[in-house]
C-alpha cells in the first residue's frame, strides 16, 4: 500500500523492479552523480494529488543548488560551444509536417552523442528512471514507459513561446511535460515566466527560478513563455535558456488506461 492508501499497480512494480541506472554507457565516478534520489521525496503524493486535481504541480529544491548551477554549466557550455539549434514548432498538416524557428530560444537533444559527452550529469538524468516511476506509484492510469529530455536556453531579446499545449492524445504518447528551471538569481524584470491556464480555474504564473521542478499535463494544459529580457535565464529540463536555462522531459505511455 502506498502513504496515501492506495495500491501500487502491478506496472509500476514491474517499473521499479527495472535495473537501476547503467552507470558503465556514461562512465562517470560515483562522486559526480546527481542526487536522483530526491526525486522519491519530490514526486510526494500530494505533488501527484495536484498534477491529478489541478493539472499541475511546482516542486522546489530538487537538487540543491551546488547540483542545479552544474547542470546550468553543462547548458551554457553547450550554447557556447555551438551545440545548440533554434528551436522550431512544428506544424502538422495533412499533408506532412512543417518546421517554423523561433528566434533567441536554442536547444539541444540527447540523443545526440556529441551532447551526452558535454553534459554528462544532463545525460544521468536522461537515463534515470525515477521520476516517471513515482508517477506511476502514485497516478496508476498514467503508465509511464518512456521519456524524453531536451536542454534549451533563451538568449533573451524578447525569445517567448505563445500559447499552446505540448501534445495531443492523437498525435503521440506524451502525457506529462517535466521543467526543471536553473536561473539563479532571477529577477521578475528578467521575464521567462510560465504561465498556465488550468481551466476552469485562474490562470497561474510560474517564476523560473533554480532547482524548481514543473509537472503539468503534457494535452490539456494550455500554457505560454512569457518574452525573455535577460540573456541569462536557462532551463535544463526541457525549455528555455539564452540567459535562462532549462530542461524539459516529457514522460510518454504507450498503453493508457486513463488520461491525465
Not at 547542470?71 to 560551444?81: A, F, I, T, Y
Not at 521519456?147 to 517567448?160: E, M, R, S, T, W
Not at 500554457?223 to 526541457?238: A, F
Request: aromatic share 6%.
Amino acid at each position: 500500500m502506498l502513504r496515501n492508501g492506495s495500491s501500487v499497480s502491478s506496472r509500476a512494480l514491474q517499473v521499479l523492479q527495472r535495473p537501476a541506472l547503467d552507470r558503465n554507457i556514461v562512465n562517470l565516478p560515483l562522486k559526480t552523480e546527481l542526487p536522483l534520489d530526491r526525486f522519491q521525496t519530490s514526486i510526494s503524493p500530494t505533488a501527484c494529488q495536484s498534477l491529478q486535481q489541478s493539472g499541475y504541480a511546482v516542486i522546489d529544491n530538487v537538487f540543491g543548488s551546488d547540483w542545479s548551477q552544474k547542470l546550468k554549466e553543462e547548458l551554457v557550455g553547450l550554447k557556447q560551444q555551438g551545440k545548440m539549434h533554434l528551436n522550431s514548432t512544428h506544424l502538422i498538416k495533412h499533408e506532412g509536417t512543417e518546421l517554423l524557428e523561433k528566434q533567441h530560444v536554442y536547444e539541444a537533444e540527447l540523443r545526440d552523442t556529441a551532447v551526452q559527452k558535454l553534459a554528462p550529469l544532463c545525460q544521468l538524468l536522461n537515463q534515470d528512471a525515477t521520476m516517471r516511476t513515482m508517477l506511476s506509484l502514485f497516478i496508476p492510469q498514467l503508465r509511464l514507459d518512456s521519456q524524453a529530455i531536451k536542454l534549451q536556453c533563451n538568449a533573451g531579446k524578447g525569445g517567448c513561446f505563445p500559447l499552446h499545449y505540448d501534445s495531443d492524445e492523437q498525435v503521440d504518447g506524451r502525457r506529462v511535460t517535466a521543467i526543471f528551471y536553473l536561473n539563479t538569481d532571477w529577477q521578475p524584470s528578467h521575464g521567462g515566466q510560465l504561465q498556465l491556464f488550468p481551466f476552469p480555474d485562474s490562470p497561474v504564473e510560474i517564476a523560473p527560478i533554480a532547482d524548481r521542478l514543473v509537472l503539468f499535463s503534457s494535452c490539456r494544459m494550455l500554457h505560454r513563455y512569457l518574452c525573455i529580457n535577460s540573456d541569462s535565464l536557462t532551463r535544463s529540463m526541457c525549455r528555455h535558456v539564452g540567459s535562462s536555462a532549462v530542461i524539459c522531459c516529457h514522460q510518454t505511455a504507450h498503453d493508457l488506461a486513463d488520461k491525465l
